[in-house]
């Protein structure tokens, strides 16, 4: 029987842009990796003017204490190494040089930096000197790129200066490099966790680059406002603050996470609460689950047992938020509708909890599932009788 695998694809490029999304993705989370060792990295932002933006305080050259870093990423399977040619052909300077157009003049201090996968070529002057921020200074790199970008060399006078050019680890070592990384960071914790929390780093940072909505938002940005076009895309020190805790002290996660959920910034899940009349029992327990079910899934996560297929969590997901939305539509009107939805919640959870944890991802624990509940009304999906 004829099989189609056997025939040759007329485009096959779709294998080719999700290797290049998720090596992108890889590179991100290095900035990501800088901030959780404490560095100079104060956010790193996704797929918002560039592939990539890089904040850092500390350095000389800011005026406002605010160094940014607009970062254009190339990728390529040959190994040869990087010629003007070829940053010319992959056209990161194109790119770069809109982003100039677009913040020059804003009064931001920056950089625009084209991360090339692979190493440069040592003899070819031109790109060695774009390395180095000295493009400028060459006149064979001010002639070509005046000419590929069909401007006068006059107009890049501002322009090269500010542009490096980085090599970047190769697709088969850049996994393996930020792997080992976080291990120095958490050194008491086993393979098996770090392999997991760098998962987690991936999956954040791929729905930052997605611009997918994040639990706590307006706390986890560091905009009083923010933009709607940065509204999902930032991830900032806030943001992987719970990745922190478990590489510095495992032992304590629960603990830790529970006093940071008390303690820290009220969250979406508390607001909500309170605007139900929730009494403080009701919205301690609230964060007590919440947290106990995000530790179960970093331990699911740890053993290799969690599955990989988005859907099955997605579906999850819908069939908690329909229940949650039914409860409390059942509610409405009565006096403390906070405390009445979140009993009569956990009550239905605990009573047949295969319903809704089907496969199952919360051991089909009523408890776990009610904590899952309270993270997805923490991510502004359902109130408790606003």
Not at 64 to 75: L, N
Request: net charge negative; proline share 5%; with cysteine.
């Amino acid at each position: 029987m004829a099989d189609p695998i056997q025939t040759e694809a007329p485009d096959d490029s779709g294998s080719g842009t999700v290797r290049r999304f998720e090596y992108q993705v890889h590179i991100s989370v290095q900035a990501v990796l800088e901030m959780l060792a404490g560095g100079t990295v104060t956010h790193v932002t996704c797929e918002h003017i560039e592939d990539i933006v890089v904040a850092r305080r500390g350095d000389p050259r800011c005026i406002d204490d605010v160094f940014w870093d607009f970062q254009q990423i190339k990728t390529r399977d040959a190994v040869e190494p990087w010629t003007l040619t070829d940053v010319l052909t992959s056209k990161p300077l194109k790119s770069l040089w809109r982003t100039h157009g677009t913040v020059a003049g804003t009064g931001l201090t920056y950089q625009l930096t084209a991360g090339l996968e692979g190493h440069l070529d040592p003899a070819d002057e031109a790109v060695q000197a774009l390395s180095k921020g000295l493009g400028g200074d060459n006149a064979t790199c001010r002639k070509r790129v005046a000419t590929h970008l069909k401007v006068k060399e006059d107009a890049l006078a501002d322009f090269l200066p500010l542009v490096r050019i980085r090599p970047l680890p190769r697709r088969g070592d850049i996994e393996l490099r930020n792997t080992r990384v976080l291990a120095d960071l958490g050194p008491g914790l086993t393979i098996a966790m770090i392999d997991a929390l760098y998962y987690e780093l991936l999956r954040r940072t791929r729905d930052a680059t997605q611009g997918l909505p994040v639990a706590r938002w307006t706390e986890l940005l560091v905009l009083d406002n923010p933009p709607p076009a940065v509204l999902n895309k930032r991830l900032s020190v806030a943001a992987i603050a719970d990745v922190r805790q478990r590489l510095t002290r495992p032992d304590h996660v629960l603990l830790e996470d529970l006093s940071q959920q008390l303690n820290g910034p009220e969250t979406a899940l508390v607001r909500k609460l309170r605007a139900g009349a929730a009494s403080r029992e009701v919205i301690e327990d609230a964060q007590m689950l919440r947290a106990q079910a995000e530790r179960h899934r970093f331990k699911e996560l740890a053993l290799g047992a969690w599955p990989g297929d988005q859907a099955i969590e997605t579906d999850l997901d819908q069939r908690l938020l329909l229940l949650a939305r039914r409860t409390g539509r059942s509610h409405r009107g009565q006096s403390q509708t906070a405390d009445a939805i979140f009993d009569e919640l956990q009550r239905m959870l605990d009573a047949n909890p295969s319903t809704y944890d089907r496969h199952p991802l919360y051991a089909q624990d009523g408890v776990l599932l009610m904590g899952r509940a309270c993270a997805i009304s923490d991510e502004c999906k359902f109130d408790w009788g606003v």
